[in-house]
């Protein structure tokens, strides 16, 4: 390539420079080892177990209920329906699902500016199900050492049975856990039935890729997903203060940490309470180390707790080495009616009184929900037109949706122009949570009206008290 000059330019070769003594080769990357995380018992893990039977048994037991002759929940996306215990939702009713989406972003707000990662530690389908799955592995491999020896050793008689019997058992629950998914969205009878007997390949298809996204991040990925897939963990800083309530290590107590025996007077030997004994570390499912301070790893478990006071138990110390506290908290000793009142402070309190009002007009909307709808459509083919009788009619087409579980008798009736007449058989009779559509006339005496667009009112009336009322407006058309 010549210079804008016409001049060569002069080649410079790069010598790569070789380092020096000392110096430190840092990888970019580091692959993740696998976590062997320890059992434990107390009472953060009895908690972590009390949810994971509350969170399945409606999960796995929901779909089986029954109200009336209908699956109690069951989100019908084929017939446009949903089902919640006694509602009947439409597609229509869309606002409700916003108006749940966005209380429940608010509940999350709250709860994490009140406690951290509540949802995280407890109620997450992520935990949930990888404490299920560690369950199954350490009844099948045995606890933390057991695993940590059979996963070391060759391939040996023991380690491909455990290894076989434990796959099997994983893949059992995840194929239940798709089949049940599935089950909120086809009546899980049906889709029972259809699967014993392949059919219905969109139904086997997402039972399979349910039940493989459990398996792969219950059984596999694990902390994996709460570190890199989740966004929660990444902007959780910013809905934490420092009178949030996170698992606390407390560095002025603890420190200096040291290994040692029961018989060891700590203040004489100028330790702190901490005997390095890392067992909050190996209970950790993500395998961090609390002692290091908040991670955006950590998802507020608190098995740690538990295993600490254990050993401060064993040791003679006082508990709360590691606890449930606040940074305030712990950088200036305060006590727990002090952390109590710090939890009403404003940020706490517009949640509160935000989530409070959107629930109940979200509720109060429910309740005041009238149980029919309807939707009206000109007929295009003929926008007015001169009968017998020398009356004008405008045609009309009515979709009148019952939204009730029994069979409906509507009544139909116009207002809005003098001497306006609905041209109607009889009544108007729509199945249970069925949509009905009714051809409509309207006449009024000719020149009753002046020419132009008139708006009406078309009324349903149902013919069972409290089974609806609706009105929808529309224009009635006189030519010129």
Not at 203 to 229: D, H, P, S
Not at 260 to 275: E, F, P
Request: hydrophobic letters at 45%.
């Amino acid at each position: 390539m010549q210079p804008d000059n016409g001049k060569p330019r002069k080649i410079i070769p790069i010598t790569p420079v070789e380092p020096e003594d000392g110096d430190k080769m840092v990888a970019m990357f580091a692959s993740e080892q696998k976590v062997y995380s320890r059992s434990i018992s107390g009472f953060f893990s009895r908690w972590r177990w009390a949810m994971v039977f509350l969170t399945q048994l409606f999960f796995y037991g929901m779909p089986w209920l029954q109200w009336g002759q209908r699956q109690m929940v069951l989100f019908d996306l084929e017939a446009r329906r949903f089902y919640l215990f006694g509602l009947v939702l439409y597609p229509q009713d869309f606002i409700y699902l916003t108006g749940l989406l966005i209380i429940s972003a608010l509940a999350l707000f709250l709860f994490t500016a009140v406690a951290g990662r509540l949802w995280c530690g407890f109620s997450c389908p992520q935990t949930v199900y990888t404490e299920i799955f560690m369950w199954i592995e350490r009844k099948v491999e045995g606890d933390r050492s057991a695993r940590m020896r059979i996963d070391k050793s060759g391939w040996t008689f023991e380690k491909i049975w455990k290894k076989s019997l434990k796959q099997f058992l994983w893949i059992a629950v995840s194929l239940w856990t798709g089949f049940t998914f599935v089950g909120f969205f086809v009546p899980i009878r049906e889709l029972g039935s259809q699967l014993l007997e392949l059919q219905g390949n969109w139904q086997i298809f997402w039972v399979l890729f349910y039940g493989f996204a459990t398996y792969g991040n219950a059984g596999y990925m694990r902390e994996q997903v709460c570190k890199y897939m989740c966004p929660y963990a990444r902007f959780q800083s910013a809905m934490f203060d420092k009178d949030t309530m996170i698992v606390s290590y407390d560095g002025q107590r603890g420190e200096p940490r040291a290994p040692r025996t029961k018989q060891v007077d700590a203040q004489a030997q100028g330790l702190g309470d901490c005997i390095d004994c890392k067992l909050c570390v190996q209970v950790c499912p993500v395998g961090i180390d609390i002692r290091n301070g908040l991670q955006y790893e950590c998802i507020g478990c608190g098995l740690c707790i538990d295993a600490c006071n254990s050993v401060m138990d064993k040791m003679g110390y006082a508990r709360g080495l590691i606890r449930m506290s606040t940074q305030n908290a712990i950088a200036r000793a305060w006590k727990q009616a002090q952390i109590i009142r710090r939890v009403f402070r404003p940020r706490v309190l517009i949640y509160t009184v935000v989530l409070l009002g959107l629930s109940a007009a979200m509720i109060g909307s429910l309740i005041m929900r009238e149980p029919l709808k309807l939707n009206v459509i000109r007929d295009r083919a003929s926008l007015s037109r001169i009968v017998a009788g020398g009356k004008l009619e405008n045609v009309y087409r009515l979709q009148i949706m019952n939204a009730t579980e029994q069979e409906q008798r509507y009544r139909i009736t116009a207002t809005g122009l003098d001497g306006l007449e609905v041209v109607l058989e009889d009544e108007v009779v729509v199945g249970p949570a069925e949509t009905r559509g009714v051809p409509v006339g309207l006449q009024i005496p000719y020149g009753s009206a002046a020419p132009g667009s008139h708006t009406v009112y078309f009324n349903v009336d149902a013919v069972t008290a409290g089974a609806g009322r609706t009105s929808e407006k529309a224009v009635f058309l006189v030519p010129r």
